[in-house]
């Protein structure tokens, strides 16, 4: 079956730090890849999406790549702020249903 | 702005009540999910439907039924209610594959 395995966490940064949330997926054929971030007490937002090989989502400064030859969808931003403290999940979506496979979240702090 | 409502932020029940968990969207999307998310557990698949009337069960359906009478609206259902069951519930829609927009959670204590 899809799986996705991300970084454990909890990952903690000093403001304006580099940022990477390792993702990697297991799935037959091309699926679509995203990321979402949860801040604290509410539900998830949408991130960033790739639809297809060497795609690049990017969104408020967060970029991730589709590598389909390493099977990843790694998350980057080149400088974090304190307001980028939240939980990261990495998804994946086979079919039109929508039904999305979730990792099991990585949870970042960015201190001042 | 594209919404996801959930009719409650946070419910306290008592066990063996019937608990009905309502979301609506505005996006017109097929698609519908609920969740539950628990610390150390992630985000796990209660029910999700396609279409109106259709459902099929995710990964954790025992004790968990879902209408979908109209295309907008899809309502979780705890038949009776256990303390097993406090959790915080997510409601989300799509629009086929793409991403999931998601409601801002119901946080259901039962006593």
């Known amino acids: 079956g899809n799986s996705v395995t991300q970084m454990e966490g909890p990952v903690t940064l000093s403001e304006e730090a580099f940022l990477t949330i390792n993702c990697t997926y297991t799935a037959t054929g091309y699926p679509s890849l995203f990321w979402y971030v949860q801040y604290p007490g509410e539900g998830l937002q949408l991130l960033l999406k790739a639809t297809k090989a060497d795609d690049k989502g990017s969104n408020k400064g967060f970029e991730a790549t589709y590598r389909k030859e390493t099977t990843s969808f790694h998350l980057e931003k080149g400088s974090v702020q304190v307001s980028d403290s939240a939980v990261y999940f990495c998804?994946?979506?086979?079919?039109?249903?929508?039904?999305?496979?979730f990792g099991d979240g990585t949870t970042l702090t960015v201190k001042p | 702005d594209v919404k996801v409502t959930q009719s409650s932020r946070y419910l306290v029940k008592r066990t063996g009540e019937k608990v009905f968990l309502e979301c609506v969207q505005d996006m017109d999307h097929e698609n519908m999910f609920w969740y539950r998310q628990d610390p150390g557990l992630g985000l796990r698949l209660i029910y999700f439907s396609y279409d109106v009337k259709m459902k099929e069960k995710g990964d954790i359906p025992e004790g968990y039924s879902v209408s979908r009478e109209k295309k907008e609206r899809f309502s979780l259902i705890l038949e009776s209610a256990s303390t097993n069951q406090t959790s915080m519930y997510l409601c989300a829609s799509s629009f086929l594959a793409d991403g999931q927009f998601f409601g801002p959670g119901t946080r259901l204590t039962v006593l």
């Open positions: 998804a994946l979506v086979k079919t039109n249903a929508g039904k999305s496979t």
